[in-house]
């Protein structure tokens, strides 16, 4: 059974930092693409990175230079790190795992970011 579970989202003050986790199980990890979505209310899900099997990145334009995403693949978990958060990065954001034609996808981690 496959499961990828997110952690570490919560409330942070604008300029504030917040670092998600999202732990894989029942994939062979390092041979999937992962990445971070993320959908606001009355929005659809839109892209903020990825990361390759190689670790080759990719990221929004809106988000360039204060997230970064990283992975182990000794510990299965893919992580976002998020500095200078913006009251308009606030969202559930979702983990994914590609491969080939195959997408897994987590449950969700709310950020809010709100004085």
């Known amino acids: 059974q496959v499961q990828l579970v997110e952690s570490g989202g919560g409330l942070v003050q604008p300029g504030g930092s917040l670092r998600l986790s999202c732990a894989a199980s029942?994939?062979?990890?390092?041979?999937?693409?992962m990445g971070w979505y993320r959908q606001a209310p009355g929005k659809q899900r839109e892209l903020v990175a990825t990361?390759?099997?190689?670790?080759?990145?990719y990221y929004v334009d809106s988000v360039k230079g204060r997230f970064t995403i990283s992975r182990d693949n000794t510990k299965n978990t893919v992580y976002l790190q998020m500095n200078s958060l913006k009251p308009e990065d606030t969202a559930v954001y979702y983990c994914?795992?590609?491969?080939?034609?195959?997408?897994?996808w987590g449950q969700g981690t709310q950020v809010t970011v709100s004085s």
């Open positions: 994914n795992a590609r491969y080939a034609n195959t997408d897994y």
């Open positions: 990361i390759t099997r190689g670790s080759r990145t």
């Open positions: 029942g994939i062979t990890f390092d041979l999937y693409a």
